[in-house]
């Protein structure tokens, strides 16, 4: 899980007293994009007050909570549904229960991130791209690529937001990272920031 602890050493400044690490710009920036679809989508069933809400009263109050199992089954699914849709080889895969607000307070999203193999012979030119558009044909929009990883993508379907790129550190691996919904309210305050390795979840097809 070496590729998962830097990851989380990457996006984390860890703090004093077992606090949640904080997460960095990039990661706001999905988050928020996350939820601007989740208000976009559930407009129409708003009330007037409800939309005169501001966005942190609508964050602080999510309409049907879910579990912290609900919000890994969240991220969970869709993960191994794309392993399977594109035949990644599935190298590590870790979850992580994080806030969306800042480093602790509730609502949270569960958090994957996935590392996989580039075939062999594959290019990255052209193996990223045939990824996205397995992943459009199996209904997921493409949205704005991010411009900090090479041969990044940026995904969305029913609120849950997918980022695939190929690792800088080693370009023989892929990284999967996978955003769900923030509607847990369960209070983790508390609790230490920690990565959960849940690589046998996923097939290794390689």
Known sequence: MS???????????????????EWPRALRFVTAAA?????LLGGAFLSV???RSTPSEVLDHPVNPVTDEQSKAQVVGPAKQIVVLTGLQTASAGYLLMSCK???????QGVIYLTFALPAAARADTY???IA???????????????????AKTFSRDAITVIIYRQSDDPTLGVLRIYGQCRNMTDHRNDATTWIDITEQFARTG
Not at 35 to 39: C, D, F, G, K, R
Not at 140 to 149: I, K, Q, S
């Open 35 to 39: 939820l601007a679809i989740s208000l």
């Open 133 to 151: 558009a397995t992943l459009v044909t199996h209904g997921w929009a493409e949205g704005l690529p991010p411009n900090d990883h090479a041969f």
């Open 49 to 51: 007050g409800r939309l």
């Open 3 to 21: 590729d998962i602890r830097t990851a989380a050493e990457n996006r984390h400044s860890t703090k004093s007293g077992g606090k949640r690490a």
């Open 128 to 130: 990223f791209p045939m």
């Open 102 to 108: 800042d480093r602790d307070d509730p609502p949270y």
